[in-house]
């Protein structure tokens, strides 16, 4: 399949990432940090995988001053095991535990628990499409999840082969990376399916779109062993 949304021009870089280890439990590897408003900076903690000590804190960015673990002082309980992503939206926090299996949602004025996204695999980022409708790339679950967010319920899936990664939102289709394919992917996401997909290097991860409307897709090759050519 070949097609490129019209005002779109694709680049591609192959690089090297370092990634985290299971004999690590540092806890202080960052994810992206979110500002608000409020001008605080919060940020997530990864921790280290199997240790269940990914945190939040948060920064004042004109005293400096730091507070720590957050949600587990708010909720009287760790956060999870492997926060992987990290994002505000519609007013809340969506933290995705990849090694929990479950997205956390939280209130942005007191980091109580809002609800709990279970029955994921190994979620990886979560993307919204519109009001009523998120999706969440997986490591293992050979799919995209698809979230309600009114309900905090996984409703449906779109069965995707690989290790799906980050996604971008570009003119109405939903693009896709994967760590165990040549390609990437674009989603519609009102039908919910895949529509086509364009060949890269192998390995596409990290995506992002810039102001001169060009998709940047980094690709690190086959980290884990497992290429399939697909």
């Known amino acids: 399949m070949r097609r490129l949304a019209a005002k779109i021009t694709l680049v591609f ?81 969506y933290a995705v535990l990849n090694n929990s299996g479950r997205i956390e949602v939280i209130d942005t004025s007191n980091f109580q628990q809002i609800g709990s996204i279970t029955n994921l695999t190994s979620p990886r980022y979560i993307l919204p499409v519109s009001e009523h409708k998120f999706y969440v790339t997986d490591f293992l679950a050979q799919a995209i999840h698809i979230i309600d967010p009114i309900v905090f319920e996984k409703t449906g899936s779109i069965p995707l082969s690989g290790w799906t990664e ?49 998709l940047w897709v980094y690709c690190t090759g086959d980290l884990i062993g497992t290429q399939e050519g697909g």
């Open 166 to 214: 980050e996604l971008v939102l570009v003119d109405g289709e939903v693009w896709v990376t994967n760590r165990q394919s040549k390609y990437v992917y674009v989603l519609d996401p009102v039908m919910d399916q895949v529509i086509d997909s364009l060949q890269v290097a192998y390995g596409s991860g990290a995506l992002g779109l810039d102001t001169n409307e060009r």
């Open 13 to 93: 870089f192959m690089g090297l990432l370092a990634g985290c280890g299971s004999d690590s439990n540092d806890g202080m590897v960052e994810v992206e940090p979110i500002v608000e408003v409020t001008n605080r900076v919060v940020v997530g903690n990864e921790g280290g995988f199997t240790y269940g000590n990914s945190s939040l804190q948060v920064v004042n960015p004109k005293s400096g001053d730091v507070s720590l673990e957050v949600f587990q002082r708010a909720n009287n309980r760790p956060l999870g095991d492997v926060l992987q992503d990290l994002q505000l939206i519609a007013g809340r926090y």
